[in-house]
């Protein structure tokens, strides 16, 4: 199975400043034309929401203030400028094989 | 207006089975492969497993084959997953999300079911 490791665990941003995540896969996810790797944010009591798909497409509806990075083995999911509603948990997933795995999570504090 | 409807909290006991549902509308219910997810109290995300609703072939995570059934009912529009054997380990609350066609993700989600398995 792929491992997917997120770093960092939790973060606390300032309001206003750059949150920045990182996923790490075991194995690259990526061919020459696409990269099956997405992005979920989860509030608490929430189900997830795709953020990102394909490792940078934005999803209908999302804010321009996120944005994902990367291909092959590692990933980067931006927030900027943090806004209070981006406090959540973000997940990464990949979909190159089965069976899919997400990444640990990252929990997001807004100071 | 996509939307997934899951069933109401389930308390079960332990060595039973449990079945949920995701009532679908919306969309052309057969188009969209229908995932089920995993999420233990404070944790991570698991992938159970997929089914394709218009010929209702599968995908399941080695971990869960023997735990899960995924089925669905084209006419009522609605997937289901049985959880058999249960244990405490099974507690968690438990999720459909339908793959959106070109781009894998999962782009819609049910509101989740709490399943709690105590005698």
């Known amino acids: 199975d792929i491992v997917l490791t997120q770093s960092p665990a939790s973060l606390i941003v300032s309001l206003g400043q750059r949150a920045t995540i990182s996923c790490r896969a075991s194995q690259s996810v990526s061919t020459s034309s696409y990269t099956y790797m997405h992005w979920y944010q989860q509030k608490p009591g929430q189900p997830p929401k795709l953020l990102i798909k394909f490792a940078s497409n934005l999803e209908s509806g999302v804010p321009a203030r996120f944005s994902g990075s990367g291909s092959g083995t590692d990933f980067t999911l931006n927030i900027h400028p943090v806004e209070e509603e981006d406090t959540a948990t973000y997940y990464c997933q990949h979909s190159w094989e089965i069976p899919y795995t997400f990444g640990g999570g990252t929990k997001l504090e807004i100071k | 207006e996509v939307q997934l409807q899951q069933s109401g909290p389930e308390l079960v006991k332990p060595g039973t089975s449990v079945k949920i549902s995701c009532k679908t509308s919306g969309y052309t219910f057969t188009k969209n492969t229908m995932h089920w997810v995993k999420q233990s109290h404070g944790k991570s995300l698991e992938w159970i497993g997929g089914?394709?609703?218009?010929?209702?072939?599968?995908n399941y995570n080695q971990q869960f084959k023997g735990k899960a059934t995924l089925t669905v009912d084209k006419s009522s529009t609605t997937a289901y997953m049985e959880l058999r054997s249960l244990t405490s380990e099974d507690s968690a609350v438990y999720y459909c999300?339908?793959?959106?066609?070109?781009?894998?993700?999962?782009?819609?989600w049910g509101q989740g079911t709490s399943v709690t398995v105590s005698s």
């Open positions: 999300a339908r793959e959106d066609r070109y781009d894998d993700a999962m782009d819609y």
């Open positions: 089914i394709n609703p218009n010929n209702g072939d599968t």
